[in-house]
């Protein structure tokens, strides 16, 4: 038996939820859907109020979801305006400067609304509108903030596009979602550095319509080059721009954002957000899941650039007229100390970050956490990858001082928001696993080899969803067929999600990890074979296959076996420039962390690469590698364990 951590009887006590009404309520979520969301849309604001609520399907072929279909709202409406009578003087954002010596700035609603206005005004004035895509790639500065919430006032689409990644990955983005406009800043300071972001724009804007225009914060006022009649100074646009911008009516399924990710195979794909849905359920997790209250300073560490920044730094929390903390820098800049002299500084009540953020941390040491004073906490959550045991408690003993209840929050991209969590008030931690389903999340543990549902309480398989939820994805950008082949195929009539579990006799989910080829490094999500393709993209290179392993820090590093052209000279050199290469190609987050050179690959007689063999030899666990009688040519195994790279 696992040993579990409840809260306090008085954390209990004043929770929105407490074990028995956990009961009752999820009980009541998935008895009768319809009655239980229709109460619950109510949390937000909607200009025509819905009449339908759930019209799902799950059947492969026929997959569509839609919730609350005919009801009208506006997602900006519902995260400020709706705030400004009621607490026009709270706070909304606290901004974080990456340098601990520049002010943070506190804007209140009434701020956030005539930002999010001006920024809406200058938007409109060069002709953007409802349904025209809007590229962010913006580093963690307000305007991020008020670009996300000035498209959703308009009724126009944003897509972010995190600024770590490249020229490449960012004109990608702009192409395949046809986007009108890209903001971006001219350049992002983070610890203590400072990357080019416009003139990364500039070039990928060279591989797009030159009818895209470039909107630019400046931000840092570093020079940067300026394309007369494409370029737009964002900033003096706003300070001549009205304050009145009406909210655009859109329906509940017209889309809010596309966010780009990772898959098994191909290009990253758009997965697409719509309203409705998704702002009740962003609202609804961040409150219970967090156990918010009125007046508490939320914090989460996330970048605006992921799901997990969309979702709990800003449409959660502003829908639920909360205070959310935006930080710019990193948690080791300018010293180990920075979350918790942060969490100190703002008196921050829910503490939200990921396993790879809390290991690192750990390995510097608790005096800089014991040098700041952080009885404000009252939570923490973790949220991308399982949390280890030792982080886990290092993150209970000495950030939460034993009194903090911690929630480890399953979930994705795709699904909008919280899908396995402990509700702190409900369900006793349990280090290292998530515990139990969201309010109306129906899950199901299937056999991966016959897809038969485990019907015992105590299970192992993959995880899959039986029936919708309104956060979920509703497609991929101008791909239906792929959302349905990628998520709906395999296992007929469930969502995959992609991830392996564990249920154990108390019914508690442990997520084990991605069973395809996405790779979770420090948290993110990277497709093998994006990676693969970036590698052979070089011309010495004949050959890639890329592979996840244990990693300390990141929990997966990236393992690549490269086989060069013919006569091409293995150097560490040539390994150098490979790790630039896919750098600048996809971005720093996909730097390969070891590179194996490979005469050949393990291959089956049809040429299929077996990659179960690549794992295990990255992993270092090359013992029991199984059957390799179907290799074309069982010898380049041995030379591939030989010459291994990771021999921890
Ligand atoms: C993994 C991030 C274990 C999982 C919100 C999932 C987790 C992928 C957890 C989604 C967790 C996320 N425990 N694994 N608490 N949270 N994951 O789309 O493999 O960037 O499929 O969304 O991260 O990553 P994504």
């Known amino acids: 038996m696992s040993k579990t951590y409840p809260a306090s009887d008085e954390f209990i006590a004043n929770a929105h939820v407490n074990a028995a009404q956990y009961e009752e309520m999820y009980a009541a979520s998935v008895a009768d859907p319809d009655a239980f969301w229709a109460e619950h849309g109510k949390r937000i604001d909607w200009i025509k109020p819905f009449t339908k609520v759930k019209n799902t399907n799950f059947e492969f072929g026929k997959v569509d979801i839609k919730w609350f279909e005919d009801g009208t709202l506006n997602v900006a409406a519902n995260c400020v305006d709706r705030h400004v009578a009621t607490r026009g003087d709270q706070t909304a954002i606290i901004w974080e400067p990456d340098d601990p010596k520049t002010p943070a700035r506190h804007i209140t609603y009434a701020e956030l609304k005539d930002e999010v206005s001006r920024m809406a005004n200058v938007f409109k004035a060069q002709g953007i509108g409802k349904g025209d895509r809007v590229i962010i790639y913006l580093p963690m500065i307000p305007e991020a903030a008020y670009a996300m919430l000035a498209c959703a006032r308009i009724g126009a689409v944003h897509s972010i596009v995190f ?35 416009k003139s990364n724009a500039d070039k990928a804007l060279f591989d797009c319509s030159d009818k895209v225009k470039c909107f630019v914060v400046k931000h840092t006022g570093d020079q940067t080059t300026w394309v007369e009649g494409r370029d737009l100074d964002v900033k003096a646009m706003m300070a001549d721009a009205s304050t009145d911008c009406p909210p655009e009516e859109v329906g509940a399924e017209d889309p809010l954002f596309i966010l780009y ?49 969309h979702s709990y730094i800003v449409y959660g929390p502003l829908a639920n007229g909360a205070t959310t903390i935006m930080f710019e820098g990193v948690p080791t800049y300018p010293d180990a100390g920075r979350f918790w002299e942060v969490c100190a500084k703002h008196k921050v009540n829910q503490f939200y970050t990921a396993p790879t ?21 009252k939570l923490l959550g973790s949220v991308g990858e399982p949390i280890n045991p030792e982080a886990w408690n290092w993150y209970n003993t000495h950030v939460g001082k034993g009194k903090c209840p911690i929630v480890d929050t399953f979930w994705q991209t795709e699904t909008g928001g919280h899908m396995v969590t402990a509700l702190p008030g409900a369900t006793p931690a349990k280090p290292g696993a998530a515990t139990k389903p969201f309010f109306g999340v129906q ?21 899959c969803v039986k029936d919708s939820w309104p956060g979920q994805m509703r497609t991929v950008w101008g791909d239906h067929e792929r959302f349905m082949e990628t998520y709906f195929s395999q296992y007929k009539g469930y969502y995959f999600t992609g991830d392996g579990c564990r249920r154990d006799a108390d019914g508690d989910y442990w997520i084990t990890g991605r069973v395809d080829d996405v790779i979770n490094v420090s948290g993110h999500r990277m497709g093998t074979a994006e990676v693969e393709s970036a590698l052979v ?13 244990p990693h300390d820090i990141k929990g997966q590093g990236i393992y690549a076996y490269v086989t060069l052209m013919n006569g091409i000279e293995p150097t ?10 896919v750098r600048t190609e996809i971005g720093p987050i996909a730097s390969p962390d070891l590179i194996q050179w490979a005469p050949g690959l393990p291959k089956t007689r049809s040429g299929k690469i077996m990659r179960r063999i690549l794992r295990k030899i990255a992993e270092n666990d090359y013992g029991a590698l199984g059957d390799t009688s179907t290799l074309a040519d069982p010898s380049v195994v041995d030379d591939l364990i030989d010459n291994r790279m990771n021999r921890a």
């Open 537 to 549: 993209a070089h011309e010495t290179v004949a050959e890639a296959a890329v592979v996840g392993y």
């Open 357 to 377: 953020a809390i290991r690192a941390l750990m390995g510097q040491g608790p005096e800089w956490v014991e040098k700041h004073d952080l009885s404000s906490l």
């Open 261 to 309: 990710t990772s898959g098994s195979t191909g290009r990253p794909k758009g997965v697409v957000h719509t309203s409705g849905g998704y702002l009740v359920y962003a609202a609804m997790t961040q409150e219970l899941t967090f156990d918010y209250h009125d007046g508490d300073i939320f914090w989460c560490t996330a970048d605006v650039g992921w799901v997990t920044g």
């Open 163 to 197: 600024a770590g990644f490249s020229p490449d990955a960012l004109a990608n983005r702009i192409n395949d979602c046809g986007a009108v406009a890209v903001i971006t800043a001219d350049t992002a300071p983070r610890g203590g550095r400072r990357t080019a972001l």
């Open 572 to 581: 560490d050199e040539l390994r150098k420039e490979l790790v630039k290469w």
């Open 443 to 463: 899950l199901e543990v299937l056999d991966p080899a016959t897809a038969e549902v485990q019907t015992e309480t105590a299970a192992e398989g993959v995880l």
